[in-house]
């Protein structure tokens, strides 16, 4: 093919792309970027009980979310769960996600069904069992937790913290399992069994060879698990209640409650703030640090 | 390859039974006979889902649930069956840019998605309506049709079409005899993956569902901030019901795995 060809050809192919992917770029600019444009315009507009929103250019919500300690315990308590929320995933997700890949064919699908599965379930129905599994002094989990000896006296889930951490975990540890999968997936099992035959114990192993290879896996599943986690919605409004509020409950309670939209806007705006900025920065150290394993 | 010892099988069943707890609890509570909630279930009784039955606005959320999943799934392909045959043959500027802004909604939290279409919509005055629940949901469903159906392009066999193409056949024709049949199995789960998430969307429908425009799981949500009695749980083990059937299909079609692990993304 002569250059001139192979330049029409590549001219020919780009026409054909944009023609291709333009109604869907119109769409996404139209319906997706324009709204959120006028969302961060919105938190600087100004609000009052009688006039409603004022199309003016003021710094008045953001200030109030700055000076209001209010706002601070509020987005303290989000990160809060969802960090604690994460751990609990990583911790049990990883060892699961090991234990499903050692298993025989069938078993394995069976339990990536059963375990995966979930994700796909209503949240509204899941969170909804952890209500009635918490229920009260004496539900469930405390009549278990107290037959097993582990606590003497009932602990409170509903309505709290501990309630919305477990839940969330429950909620996504989907996520960590599938994210440990994909790592395992690349791990080589030949490499343990050198490591068996030089004499090394499952412990070692699993320290010395697994765990580094997985950790990239676990990291890119506690972001995932984090970002979802601080913007939940549904779990901490059903099993927090209406006092125990977290962003994305606040801003939900501003937009059609208080209506106080600019305000609500800028909680929403500053919780995506956060959230870009620690993926963004936690996706480009785990980079770096694992540069080895993505290449 | 070393088997799992008895430490891992106990925690495994440990594990499964704390991820299987609060659906199988929803699913038994649904068949009480009683008029209020009790642990354990004393009997079995199918009163609640009849109760269902006499309170329309489960049962018209259902059929807006329904409504939604199927259109906006539908409609999401239509834009993204397009897009990801470009992104996934043609090398070409901006194409990283598309991809990113395609997927997108995935990382945008959805409270956040939520305020921003409920503030775009109320100021052109669709606020409340089905036309602005569809097209947000179109949006949100987006990057799940357009992942498994780039899977499915990326991995086609091309000298199929090329075979079709010096046979003369071209244009739309091309399209709808060799290229759509070949990736059908990814579209068809594409939309299916899209059908659940809108189905199951609560976050951002609750910003814009008004009376009318309820969606099952904004109802249910509704009603739980009230109360939780049995009829709500017969409601979550019907929908319950409805994914877990979806689900086996779409794990006997295409794979669950392949389905939620997304192969075929782009930068990943």
Known sequence: ?295 | MRTNGPLALTFHALFVVFMLAPIVVVCLVAFTPEGFLSLPVNGFSLRWFRTIASYPEFVHAFWVSLGLGMVSSFVALLFAVPAALAIARYRFRGRDVLAALFLSPLMIPHVVLGIAFLRFFTSLGLGGTFAALLIAHVIVVFPFALRLTLAAATGMDRSVEMAAVSLGAGGFTLFRRVTLPLILPGVISGWALAFIQSFDDLTMTVFLAAPGTETLPVRMFLYIQDNIDPLVTSVSASVIAITMTALILLDRFYGLDRVLAGKGDPGR
């Open chain 1, 1 to 295: 093919m002569t250059a001139a060809a192979d330049t029409s050809t590549q001219t020919a192919e780009t026409r054909a792309s944009w023609a291709l992917t333009l109604p869907a770029l119109m769409l996404f600019v139209g319906v997706l970027v324009i709204p959120l444009l006028m969302t961060v315009m919105l938190s600087f507009h100004d609000w009052g009980q009688y006039k409603g929103i004022e199309p003016v250019f003021i710094l008045k919500n953001w200030q109030e979310i700055a000076s209001d300690p209010y706002y601070a315990e509020m987005f303290w308590r989000t990160f809060r769960i969802a960090l604690l929320a994460t751990l609990i995933t990583a911790v049990l997700g990883a060892p699961e996600a090991y234990i499903l890949n050692r298993m025989s064919g069938r078993w394995k699908g069976i339990f990536l069904l059963l375990i995966l599965g979930p994700l796909l379930i209503s949240v509204v129905a899941r969170t909804l069992g952890w209500a009635l599994l918490f229920g009260g002094n004496n539900g469930l989990v405390n009549k278990l937790l107290m037959s097993l000896g582990l606590i003497r006296a009932p602990l409170p889930f509903m309505f709290t913290e501990t309630g919305m951490v477990v839940a969330l975990a429950h909620v996504m540890m989907p996520f960590m399992v599938l994210s440990v999968w994909a790592a395992l997936q690349r791990v080589d099992p030949q490499i343990e069994n050198a490591a068996m035959s030089l004499g090394a114990g499952a412990f070692t192993i699993i320290r010395r060879i697994i765990l580094p290879q997985i950790m990239p896996g676990v990291l890119s599943g506690a972001i995932i698990v984090f970002s979802l986690s601080a913007s939940a919605f549904a779990t901490p409004a059903i099993i927090g209640g209406r006092r125990l509020k977290v962003a994305a409950t606040l801003a939900y309670d501003e937009f059609l409650n208080t209506l106080n939209w600019p305000l609500g806007a800028a909680v929403a705006v500053l919780l995506l703030l956060a959230l870009v900025l620690i993926v963004v920065g936690s996706n480009a150290l785990i980079e770096r640090r694992y540069a080895e394993v993505f290449r």
